[in-house]
């Protein structure tokens, strides 16, 4: 059963800690994204990857730092830098970049600063 | 600066009605556009996409693209409460591989 999974559903951060927000995907797709989205608002783009051991700065990375080691993973750390982290994140994928290629999304992250 | 709008809405209609959600984007480049449903505290869900212009048509769903006008809709026939979600309008291309989202327009239908 193919899909993106996402690890916590909900997380909790105190202030001046680093949290993790974990992603994986079994589709064997090539890139995968990560987006924050702030009630009433679209999706912001923060990194993405198009293959392993490489990644891009989206529009909003400040405070925030991924990985790419292995295909099937690409975890989020939400760092004390980000003044601001209380957001549902949604982390995505694709086959690739072109055009005709689609994002699927995982079933995202909600995180709240305690 | 790309720039994808959508009328936040709500946009109410009766249940059995045709719902008209509107997209317009401002890269005259872009060649793909999809769209997305997402239920309150959910993750986006492909509904379709559309990369010519014209119609094109998925069960209740049709997707219109008029790239002269700048514009994709999503019609949604015999809406049903089930419906009720917020629409999210993306567009790709013009010189980037990475989607520009809307902000979402609210649909709400009701019995």
């Known amino acids: 059963d193919g899909g993106i999974t996402q690890s916590p559903k909900y997380l909790f951060r105190k202030e001046g800690q680093n949290v993790t927000l974990s992603c994986e995907q079994n589709?064997?797709?090539?890139?995968m994204y990560w987006y924050r989205q702030d009630p009433g608002q679209g999706l912001r783009l923060i990194y993405y990857?198009?293959?392993?051991?490489?990644?891009q700065k989206g529009d909003i990375a400040e405070g925030y730092s991924v990985s790419r080691e292995k295909k099937e993973s690409f975890p989020l750390t939400v760092t004390s830098a980000q003044k601001n982290p209380t957001a549902f994140y949604l982390c995505?994928?694709?086959?690739?970049?072109?055009?005709?290629?689609?994002?699927?999304f995982g079933p995202g992250t909600r995180l709240l600063v305690l | 600066q790309k720039e994808v709008e959508q009328n936040s809405g709500p946009l109410s209609v009766p249940e059995g009605a045709i719902a008209s959600l509107n997209c317009t984007y401002s890269d005259r480049g872009s060649q793909s556009f999809f769209w997305y449903r997402q239920y309150s505290g959910k993750s986006p869900e492909l509904i379709m996409s559309i990369y010519s212009n014209g119609d094109k048509e998925d069960g209740r769903f049709t997707a219109q693209l008029n790239k002269a006008s700048q514009y994709v809709s999503l019609l949604i026939r015999d809406s049903q409460p089930s419906d009720s979600a917020t629409y999210l309008c993306a567009v790709k291309g013009g010189g980037s591989y990475i989607p520009t989202f809307g902000r979402g327009t609210s649909l709400i239908v009701h019995p």
């Open positions: 990857s198009q293959i392993v051991n490489d990644f």
């Open positions: 589709l064997n797709h090539d890139a």
């Open positions: 995505a994928s694709s086959r690739g970049l072109a055009g005709v290629e689609t994002q699927y």
